[in-house]
Structure formats: C-alpha cells, structure tokens
C-alpha cells in the first residue's frame, strides 16, 4: 500500500503563484512515476504533469509553461510549482503514484486551488 498526503493548495489571486507537495509513505519500491491531476467542477479529471523516477516528465500542453513539477527522492515528494495562475486553473489537484508490480494507481485525497480576485 501507498499512502499520498497533498498540501498546499489555497486561494490565490490571478497571476499570483502557488506550490504543492505530495509525501508518499509506505511501499515505495514499485512506484515508477508520481504526478498531478485536477478536477475542476462538471469535468472530468485531466493529467496536470507526470515525473518518472529517472527523472523525465511530461505536462499537459496548456500548463508545460507556467507549472514546474520536480521530486526529492530522498522525501518522497513531489512538488508542483504553479506560475501566472489563471481562474481557469481553479480545481482539485490530486496527486497520484503509479506502480509497476502489480500494475496500479494511488491517490492523494486532492488538495483545493482556487483562483479568484
């Protein structure tokens, strides 16, 4: 079992900045990629970025240049860096570890964004 516990999330202004973290605890060594995703009221959760354990990491075209996802193996976390933030950006951003060994996904209980003046 893997447990995810998200911070960081909160009521930011637009444009304005914001950083997320994610701790993973208990059976790491088949976890092959951590990551973000968010949900935003009436639609459906959409990929944010995804960091594999070597390091490579793919975003979602409309965040690639305004969100920075990064990890520090030695605490298990993940940060996601959030930039220019737009009131588009308002959602529940989940992290979310895949494992390899059985095949499955984790998830954190989500953490709220809100971007409003």
């Known amino acids: 079992q893997v447990q995810l516990v998200e911070s960081g999330g909160g009521l930011v202004q637009p444009g304005g900045s914001l950083r997320l973290s994610c701790v993973a605890s208990?059976?790491?060594?088949?976890?092959?990629?951590m990551g973000w995703y968010r949900q935003a009221p009436g639609k459906q959760r959409e990929l944010v970025a995804v960091?594999?354990?070597?390091?490579?990491?793919t975003y979602a075209d409309s965040m690639k240049d305004r969100f920075t996802n990064s990890r520090d193996n030695a605490k298990n976390t993940v940060y996601l860096q959030m930039n220019s933030l737009k009131p588009e950006d308002t959602a529940v951003y989940y992290c979310?570890?895949?494992?390899?060994?059985?095949?499955?996904?984790?998830w954190g209980q989500g953490t709220q964004v809100t971007v409003s003046s």
């Open positions: 208990g059976s790491l060594s088949s976890i092959f990629a």
């Open positions: 979310n570890a895949a494992a390899e060994t059985p095949p499955y996904e984790y």
């Open positions: 960091i594999t354990s070597a390091g490579s990491t």
